[in-house]
């Protein structure tokens, strides 16, 4: 089973808790102060990995595919007298 890897927003102590613990309030061994340990982080994108982040990707739209226009917005501002 994979850890958690977090600071203590108090003392900044370096904790590692088990996964299934995510959510929970548990006393910082530390500083005795009450902390939450986080939720794990996502699981990386495929595409982050193979350092396609930042770059463009063409993406082919059925010939049908159409765009809605934008709906038109009437703004009316009024002055102080």
């Known amino acids: 089973m994979s850890e958690i890897n977090f600071d203590c927003a108090n003392c900044g102590q370096n904790l590692d808790a088990p996964e299934h613990m995510a959510g929970l309030a548990i006393l910082c061994p530390a500083c005795k102060n009450e902390i939450k340990i986080p939720l ?3 699981p ?4 982050m990995e193979d350092g396609l982040k930042g770059k463009t990707v063409r ?3 059925p010939p049908d595919f ?3 226009e934008p709906k038109r917005r009437i703004i009316t501002i ?4």
Request: hydrophobic letters at 20%; zero cysteines.
């Open 59 to 61: 993406i082919d739209l």
């Open 40 to 42: 794990p982080p996502p």
């Open 66 to 68: 159409e765009v809605p």
């Open 44 to 47: 990386k994108d495929q595409e």
């Open 78 to 81: 009024k002055r102080p007298d």
